[in-house]
């Protein structure tokens, strides 16, 4: 295998990991009445609209279909691939069904 044939399957894996963080992401999102366009916006304002996630939430599930994805799962996707920035909103947002949570039980 070439050089390049080599990086050109790292990047390739690198992409495909990405896409299966977006996907991760969005789910969660979805799993919790999130919106995760308005949850990328808030952590990227300055970013154009992220087309890979555009493309990633029609591979979404209906939450009453998805399996559970843990809060720390995602941080931990988001952490991996550098996304502190949103992993800062993520965690805003599970402060906040954490306190409702309290205030209703």
Request: glycine fraction near 6%.
């Amino acid at each position: 295998m070439s050089r390049k044939e080599m990086e050109q399957q790292i990047v390739g894996g690198y992409e495909r990991d990405e896409h299966m963080m977006i996907l991760v992401f969005a789910q969660w999102c979805v799993n919790h009445d999130l919106d995760p366009l308005e949850l990328y916006r808030r952590a990227y304002p300055d970013q154009d609209t992220n087309e890979a996630l555009m493309q990633t939430l029609e591979l979404t599930v209906p939450k009453e279909e998805a399996g559970t994805i843990p809060n720390q799962t995602l941080l931990g996707v988001l952490s991996l691939f550098g996304n502190e920035d949103l992993a800062i909103v993520v965690t805003e947002e599970i402060s906040k069904s954490a306190a409702a949570k309290r205030q209703k039980g």
